[in-house]
Each structure stands twice: as structure tokens, then as C-alpha cells.
């Protein structure tokens, strides 16, 4: 074979060529990495400035990776304008480019932008990746859109996605903060692998639509496959799907699993947990809770100052209140909620207005319609009727708020018996197209109170009419992990209903003895004979729920009870009886507040 003379010239220019290329390369390099890796430092508008004016110098801002590090930048700081003008000024912005945009727009509060983006992208001939679709459908969680949620759901399924981890997780999450729980399950079921994030999602989104018992039977699921440790986010949840249900036994379960899972310290979970134990009547673990909280926040001092006052401790609210105030911990809205409500319950009225003076003027934070609604409920109870209908009268409210702020007068106005202010309240709170059947009961009660019975008549003709029912009273006790569920009058489906009948028949004798008269003390049974009415009192859903308890815990164990109405002037009367004959404790929840039985007394003071 022949040998070709060596050139070592033309061996020189080209390795000296190739060494150069290399140089520079490396160079390019060298300076890529160091202009990313101050962008990655900066944390204040200034430093990202600077850094930006160093890509420029070095020619970075054709680069897409170097580009895409400028536009985090400035999303990681909240600037979300100079990421967009950077954005704009790419000349082929990546997947990558278009899906931290989104993102920071989502985490400054303007999720309809980065909606907009998501529209505008297909003309870019750029596709989504998983992070793209998963920021877009957090955006529809955010606004509570079902309806653009379900459009991205569609380009999951064409784009390939279904399959997807993360995007399903994100879905979940959508249709359960858009009160779509079926939708929610649906995508749950279809999921190839699930995480702890995607069974927090399936948990969350049953806790946050009233359906805590599937919440439970979720968490229960999870626990038991032992694929993965619960975060904070999942326990938290499944402590709020205990305290909406009333449920002390899962909650203390759930609390040991929090201790043993090391997030006895994190914020969230505390505060949840000070949230339940008030909640399912335990305002003293609750307080303990609490107390172990090194430095609590608005959230932990707010859920201790409204479990407080719906136990009727409204002394309590108001020196933790004062207490939060002098940490220098501001209060939010929903704190002077539970303040004004704490006022209320346990009639300190000129406490409450003063502190409606000043939460604008001390705080800064401007009443709304609950706070209005609260003040009402104060005057209301206390018989100041006029005050509270003129103030009522003087909010604007939307029809959710004014269904709330009427029925809360129309309570008070059947109370003390001003049959004019509640005929007034009852037709504004049917007019918000809420609460009706209770609207009509409570205005019949009233015209009975007053002896105005043709009214009455005329009144439950009108709701058999129109098909308006009033909600059956319905309680429940938990008894270890079972929850046995009673319904008024309704003997026949009632656990150990025999006994039940027999025990309660005999405490009927016990408190006569003591001068209880049985009957109808605030409620109306037209044409129905005095000793009928008594039986049907004496047949309200709490009273089954208390003589089961009676029977099957044990005496040393306080019995608490659950119910989804206002406890009725004659089981309250009861109860305080019993608590005296049977010489043990009683906590009732029902729909406004706690009451805890003890020694023949309650602590609401029968102001209620």
C-alpha cells in the first residue's frame, strides 16, 4: 500500500484548528454554566437583573436552556412580567419554556393566564408534556372550572396521558375541588399505579364534599396495602373527614399516626388536629393539643378560639385571642368569626360590638356578611330584636350569606316570640331558595308560640302542597370504630330498640319524679293530644342516641352525641335531668354549637 508524504504543516493547522474549536466550546461552557448558576442564586429582583444583563453580554439569549433558567428566575421571585417579556423575546421557546410561564402565573394568583397560554400553544407546534397538562389542571382546581377541566381532560386522552401519574393525580385533585367526587373516583379507579400524592387527592376530595366516611375508607385502604407513609397532607385530611363526621375514636387513630409518622410538629396537622378534638366535643384534648404547639400560627389560635366558643367558653376565646394579639400574630377574617361567634354564645354583647369596631380600625381587615351575621345572632339572642332586624336589613348579602343572616333572625325572632320580624325573615330566607322546609317549620313554631293557629294550619297546608318536608332530626354515637345512626320516631331500625324503649320509659318516670312535664316546649304538633306530643318528643333522635349509649359505654366514658338539627327545649331540659340521675357526662353537637351535661346542668347556660 502506498504511504502519502506526512504534511506537517497541513497536521499542524488542523489540530491547531480542532484545539481552538474546543477551546471556544469549552469556553461556551464554562460561561453557560457560570451565568446558570447565578441565576439559580439570585433571590432578589436586583441579583436577577444582574444576572440577566450577564447573559446578554455573553450571548446567551438565543441559548434555549440558558433562557429557560432566566425565565425560572424570575418566576421563582415572583416576576412573573419580566418572565413573560423574556418569554416573548425567545426565538424557539421549548416545552419547557411554556410550562415554567404557566406555572409562574399559577403560583402569583393568575391561573386564567396560564390558561391562555395553554390554548395558544398548539399554534407554536410545541406539544405538552405531563408537567404542562398537570400545571394547566391545578389552574382549573384553583378556579373551581369543571368545565375547561373536563376539555383538558379530553386532550389527556388524545395526547396519550391517561396512564399518567402525575396528571391523573392533578385530575383528582380538579373534580374533587370541583365538588365532582363520582368524576374524582372514576379517574381514581382507572389509575395503573397511584402514589401517596394521588390517594391524598381521592382523600382530600371526599373530606372537602361531606363524604367523610369514604374519606376514612380510603385512608383505611391505604393504610392497609402499606405501599407508601402517609405525608402531612393526607393526614391532615383524613383529621378534617373525622371532625366533620364527629368521629373522637378515628380521630385519637388517626392522631397516634401522626405521632408515630413524625408530623406531630408540622402547622397543618396540629392545627387540624385542635380543629377535631374541639369539634367531636373534646375541647380539653384539644386544648392540650394546642398547648404543645411551640410557636402556633393564625390558623392553630383561630381553630382553638372557635372550638372554644362553640363549647361555649367564651372567655376563652377572647384571652387567646388577646393572648395571639400581643405575639404580634395578625388575625385573619375568619378568626373574628369565631371571636364574634364566641360573644354570641356566651352573651357578651358589648365585648362583641367593640370588637366589630375595631377590627377595621385595629387589623385592617373589613367586616363581611358573617361577621354582620354573627353581631345579628348576638343582639338576637339577648332579645334585642329591633337592633338585629335593623342591622340585617342594612347588609348586602349574596344568596348563600343572606340564607345564613335571615335564618339566623328567624331563629331569634321565634325565640322571643316576635311573630312580625319573623314573618319578615322566613319570606327573605324562602326567596334565597335555601332552607326552605326549615324556614316554614320555624315560622309555623312561631305562630304556635303565639297562638295564632289558623296561621299554623294554613302554613303546613301550604308546605304539603308545594311538597316541602322538614329534615327528619337524625344523631349518632361512635362506639369503638362502629358509628350507630338514629332517626326520630323511628324505633323499629333502632339498634337494641327494646331496651332502648325500656330504658328511656324508665328515666321518663325518674325525671316526672323530679317535676318534668313532657311536651312540646318550642315545638308544634297540631291537633295531636298532650300525651301523644310527649311520646313524640320523647321518641327525638338524641334521646334514642343517648339511652343506646347508656347501655353500651361504659360508665367511666363520657357519651358523646352528634346531631344534624338544633337540640329541641325538652331533650335539652331532659338531658340535664338525666346527667343528675345517672350521675355521668353527656356532650351533644348539634347544628350551632356543643352541650355538655353535667350534674343536672349544661354549660350553655341554657342560652342557646
Excluded at 392 to 397: L, N
Aim: charged fraction near 20%; aromatic fraction near 8%; proline fraction near 2%.
Amino acid at each position: 500500500m502506498k504511504k502519502w508524504p506526512l504534511n506537517k504543516s497541513l497536521l499542524f493547522a488542523l489540530t491547531s484548528s480542532s484545539l481552538s474549536r474546543q477551546t471556544k466550546l469549552s469556553n461556551f461552557h464554562t460561561k453557560a454554566y457560570h451565568c446558570i448558576q447565578q441565576l439559580r442564586n439570585c433571590n432578589d429582583f436586583i441579583s436577577a437583573t444582574l444576572a440577566h444583563s450577564n447573559v446578554l453580554k455573553c450571548g446567551f439569549l438565543n441559548d434555549t436552556f440558558t433562557t429557560n433558567h432566566l425565565i425560572n428566575c424570575y418566576v421563582r421571585l415572583q416576576e412573573i412580567k419580566d418572565a413573560h417579556q423574556v418569554f416573548d423575546e425567545m426565538h424557539k421557546p421549548n416545552v419547557v419554556s411554556w410550562t415554567s410561564l404557566m406555572a409562574g402565573y399559577v403560583n402569583v394568583g393568575q391561573p386564567k393566564m396560564a390558561l391562555w397560554l395553554f390554548w395558544k400553544m398548539p399554534g407554536s407546534l410545541v406539544m405538552p408534556n405531563d408537567f404542562t397538562l398537570a400545571t394547566v389542571i391545578n389552574a382549573c382546581s384553583i378556579l373551581a372550572d369543571v368545565k375547561v377541566g373536563r376539555r383538558i381532560h379530553a386532550q389527556v386522552e388524545i395526547l396519550g396521558f391517561r396512564s399518567n401519574l402525575v396528571v391523573c393525580s392533578s385530575l383528582v385533585d380538579m373534580y374533587g375541588k370541583c365538588n365532582e367526587v363520582d368524576e374524582a373516583r372514576r379517574v381514581f379507579d382507572i389509575m395503573d399505579s397511584r402514589n401517596v400524592v394521588s390517594w391524598t387527592s381521592m382523600i382530600t376530595a371526599y373530606a372537602q364534599n361531606a363524604q367523610g366516611h369514604n374519606a376514612l375508607q380510603i385512608f383505611r385502604e391505604f393504610s392497609s396495602l402499606m405501599l407508601d407513609r402517609p405525608n402531612h397532607f393526607m393526614l391532615a385530611s383524613v383529621i378534617n373527614a373525622c371532625a366533620s363526621l364527629g368521629r373522637l375514636v378515628s380521630g385519637k387513630v388517626t392522631h397516634g399516626a401522626v405521632i408515630r409518622h413524625g408530623h406531630d410538629s408540622n402547622d397543618v396537622v396540629e392545627s387540624a388536629l385542635v380543629d377535631m378534638y374541639a369539634k367531636c366535643g373534646s375541647v380539653s384534648y384539644s386544648e392540650n393539643v394546642f398547648m404543645r404547639i411551640p410557636n402556633p400560627s393564625v390558623i392553630s389560635y383561630t381553630s382553638m378560639i372557635v372550638g372554644a366558643a362553640k363549647y361555649g367558653l367564651g372567655k376563652l376565646s377572647l384571652n387567646l385571642f388577646k393572648e395571639m394579639i400581643d405575639r404580634r400574630i395578625k388575625p385573619n377574617d375568619v378568626t373574628f368569626v369565631g371571636v364574634l361567634h364566641a360573644c354570641s354564645h356566651s352573651g357578651l354583647i358589648d365585648e362583641g360590638l367593640e370588637h366589630l369596631k375595631t377590627m377595621f380600625v385595629k387589623h385592617g381587615i373589613l367586616p363581611g356578611a358573617k361577621h354582620y351575621t354573627c353581631v345579628v345572632d348576638m343582639l338576637g339572642r339577648t332579645g334585642r330584636l329591633d337592633e338585629a332586624y335593623q342591622l340585617a336589613k342594612s347588609i348586602q348579602v349574596g344568596s348563600d350569606e343572606g340564607a345564613l343572616l335571615w335564618g339566623t333572625l328567624l331563629s331569634a325572632s321565634r325565640l322571643h316570640g316576635r311573630v312580625d320580624i319573623a314573618v319578615e325573615a322566613s319570606k327573605l330566607l324562602i326567596e334565597s331558595n335555601q332552607q326552605v322546609a326549615g324556614a316554614y317549620v320555624t315560622l309555623s313554631n312561631a305562630y304556635a308560640l303565639a297562638g295564632e293557629w289558623e296561621n299554623v294550619h294554613s302554613l303546613r297546608t301550604q308546605m304539603k302542597q308545594t311538597g316541602i318536608y322538614k329534615e327528619p332530626g337524625c344523631s349518632w354515637v361512635e362506639i369503638k370504630d362502629s358509628t350507630y345512626v338514629f332517626y326520630a320516631g323511628d324505633v323499629a331500625s333502632c339498634p337494641q330498640g327494646r331496651e332502648v324503649m325500656s330504658l328511656l320509659r324508665e328515666l321518663e318516670e325518674r325525671m316526672k319524679e323530679r317535676g318534668y312535664v313532657g311536651g312540646s316546649m318550642g315545638l308544634v304538633f297540631v291537633d295531636v293530644e298532650q300525651e301523644a306530643k310527649e311520646e313524640i318528643v320523647g321518641l327525638h333522635s338524641e334521646r334514642l342516641a343517648l339511652a343506646f349509649g347508656l347501655i353500651n359505654i361504659p360508665k367511666v366514658v363520657t357519651i358523646r352525641v352528634m346531631k344534624n338539627l338544633r337540640m329541641c327545649r325538652d331533650c335539652h331540659e331532659a338531658f340535664k335531668l338525666i346527667s343528675d340521675i345517672v350521675a355521668r357526662d353527656f356532650v351533644v353537637r348539634d347544628v350551632n354549637r356543643f352541650h355538655h351535661f353535667r350534674n343536672g346542668s349544661c354549660t350553655c347556660r341554657d342560652f342557646w
